[in-house]
């Protein structure tokens, strides 16, 4: 094998000035206590997000003997399977196949259970790694540690991190850091020296990698480009092309290998077509906008949150398409003198080649087209033409020679100081599932999502005064979401319960009627229209509730809550018989609702069947022991009690 050139002079001298003289130890001791510092304050928070059904309920990842079954298995099927989501079957139900991260899960489970603690301190201690594994990546690249301290400082710090650190299931790109950044560093050992240990260590990482995330692909036009823009820049095109074909055809057997055993384990390669959201003219046309609003993360991280919604574009005729275009296009002009050093080159190959698998848009929703933590591999490009920038003496001829390195040495102290604070803030949005929430809402609140979202985390919780106001938001967005209208009128009735103000239960009828003209065959909405005319105020028609009930029952016969308010309306009209068949039916199919017993207590009664009505009040006692009646029913339950107890016989008797 023959060992790669050194860069020639004007090359080297290309290269920006050291931004320190700082010992290289000390650059790395920096550089990690720098990282541990901003994110130390994850491990006070808890678990958020997906982190509950991917981590707390998640039983698959208790035991290694389902270690067999993860080489063939989607990593979300098991979320599917608990969350009862509409699409639940034995196939799987998303595109996501990464066999790496469930047996990471697992160890981590084995180490930390339930402890939020033990998981944050290990994605710290994951992202200290890859912040140690970038700089040798990069001083390897630039032969300059000061440079490459300062580049994989600035990786550290940024708050586009918290996502990927702060968040226990964002670890996936930290975790396919510490395996690609290495991967990538022994094939630049292996070029350099030609040593074929380092190819092999180099295969055997990018097993590693691929197989924890799907944007490891990015490998191969990372490696291409490395072939003909860095180590064989200026040779001719055979000399060129032949070791970029021969290396990269390697990892892509590696990917070849990967995307079998994706294809045996999902049963498509890239997304089932079931799951595919918009065309590829879309997608394409799409593309330029989302570069551009990463770009724009990456420079003015202000408003960082889980929601960054990207409308997509429907014709290149749009300003949406054409603004980011010619936004790219004086990009690339302006970085055209970047690309004349070895280290500009290779920062806008590694961002460019790591960016491309993000940009798989055709089965995300426009809500989630963006995600912070996407940029954890492509932000490594950036942060050493940030760093370069800020080391090239050229910056700074404006300033008096005398202060020039004072200047310098602030304003980079300044930014890291800056970034570093940013970050701690954004760690603590990921706190619990209400901060994170609650953090969308206030830094994205023109956008529906994040009121949905926080809505339906209130409804959760049965906080109705708080869904309302977020499912109101969501209604003014998209007026026409029947799944909006159907929680928001559900929501009004309870608040009504709650509070007894006339407006709710005006605005649920009048959402009901405007759900049910868009979809007339909505079983929830005429459930929740036929209870408005079951309560006790001037619009109570009970038979007209049942009319509107009965209907709601007839297009789902097996919903356990439509049985339980047809069952208490009867109960209302004294016609017991009725009532105990449609009650007695809504608590086999929902064992657990509480109020079921409690009607089906009175039923009972009615019927003289004191035994059974006891039962059922003790229930309900028990599923709503905070309940605002609890206390009447247990004065009722002890009438009752008394009634079925023997008389006390007189004495002598």
């Known amino acids: 094998m023959k060992k790669r050139e050194p860069r020639s002079k004007k090359d080297s001298s290309e290269q920006p000035a050291p931004a320190s003289s700082l010992p290289r130890r000390w650059i790395v001791r920096l550089i990690l206590a720098a990282a541990f510092l901003a994110f130390a304050n994850t491990t006070f928070n808890g678990f958020a997000y997906d982190d509950t059904t991917q981590i707390l309920k998640n039983d698959f990842i208790r035991s290694f003997t389902n270690l067999p079954r993860a080489m063939v298995t989607e990593a979300w099927f098991w979320r599917a399977r608990l969350d009862q989501d509409p699409g639940e079957s034995d196939k799987p139900t998303t595109p996501y196949y990464r066999p790496v991260f469930t047996v990471y899960l697992m160890a981590c489970w084995a180490l930390f259970r339930d402890s939020a603690f033990g998981w944050h301190v290990g994605n710290v201690v994951l992202h200290m790694l890859a912040v140690y594994l970038v700089f040798l990546l990069l001083e390897r690249i630039t032969s300059n540690a000061p440079l490459s301290g300062l580049a994989a400082l600035l990786f550290a710090l940024h708050p586009l991190r918290s996502e990927s650190v702060a968040w226990i299931s964002g670890l996936t790109d930290p975790l396919l850091a510490v395996c690609f950044v290495p991967s990538f560093y022994h094939y630049v050992l292996f070029r350099e020296a030609g040593k074929r240990k380092h190819l092999y260590y180099a295969l055997g990482l990018f097993v590693l990698a691929i197989f924890e995330k799907e944007p490891a692909v990015g490998m191969l036009p990372l490696l291409a480009g490395y072939e003909m823009l860095i180590i064989n820049r200026g040779k001719s095109l055979k000399e060129i092309v032949r070791p970029a074909a021969l290396y990269t055809g390697m990892f892509l057997a590696v990917s070849a290998f990967y995307f079998g055993m994706r294809y045996k384990a999902l049963g498509f390669i890239l997304q089932d077509s079931k799951y595919v959201k ?74 460019v080649a790591n960016l491309i698998p993000v940009l798989n ?84 609140g023109e956008q529906l999502m994040p009121h949905y979202i926080l809505g339906f985390q209130y409804l959760k919780q049965q906080q109705w005064l708080k869904v309302v106001p977020e499912l109101e938001a969501c209604h003014e967005a998209d007026p026409k979401n029947k799944f909006t209208i159907t929680n928001l009128t559900a929501a009004h009735l309870q608040v009504y319960e709650l509070t007894k103000e006339r407006s709710h239960l005006d605005r649920a009828i009048a959402l009901a009627e405007d759900g049910l003209r868009l979809d007339d065959e909505n079983p929830l909405l005429w459930d929740s229209l036929g209870k408005t005319y079951s309560y006790d105020t001037e619009l109570k028609n009970l038979d007209r509730a049942r009319s509107f009930l009965m209907r709601g029952y007839r297009l789902q016969p097996n919903n356990a809550m439509i049985n339980f308010h047809i069952g208490t309306l009867y109960l209302k009209q004294q016609n017991i018989d009725a009532a105990l068949l449609y009650l007695e039916q809504s608590r086999m199919l929902a064992p657990g609702l509480p109020d079921i017993y409690k009607s089906l207590g009175y039923a009972y009664e009615n019927r003289g069947r004191l035994a059974e009505a006891i039962n059922s009040l003790e229930n309900y006692v028990l599923l709503q022991p905070n309940a605002l009646d609890v206390e009447r029913e247990k004065k009722h339950l002890e009438t009752l009690r008394a009634k079925v107890q023997p008389a006390p016989q007189k004495p002598g008797g």
Not at 284 to 293: N, S
Not at 362 to 373: H, P, T, V
Not at 417 to 435: C, F, I, M, R
């Open 278 to 351: 918009h065309t590829p003219s879309e997608v394409l046309l799409t593309i330029p906008i989302v570069i551009c609003k990463y770009i724009g993360l990456l420079l003015w991280p202000v408003k960082l949150s889980i929601f960054h919604e990207t409308p997509i574009v429907q014709t290149p005729l749009s300003v949406r398409f054409i603004a980011p275009v010619l936004a790219l296009i004086a990009l690339g002009w302006l970085l055209r003198n970047v690309a004349s050093s070895t280290p500009g080159r290779f920062g806008l190959l590694f961002f």
């Open 361 to 444: 848009l055709g089965a995300f929703d426009a809500s989630f087209l963006i995600q912070e933590r996407y940029l954890y591999l492509p932000s490594i490009g950036f942060s050493l033409l940030l760093a370069m920038a800020l080391s090239n003496p050229k910056a700074w001829e404006w300033i008096a020679f005398g202060s020039r390195r004072a200047v310098q040495a602030a304003v980079i102290i300044g930014l890291c100081l800056v970034l570093g604070g940013k970050a701690l803030s954004q760690n603590l949005v990921w706190k619990d599932d209400e901060t994170l929430f609650n953090h969308g809402v206030e830094v994205a």
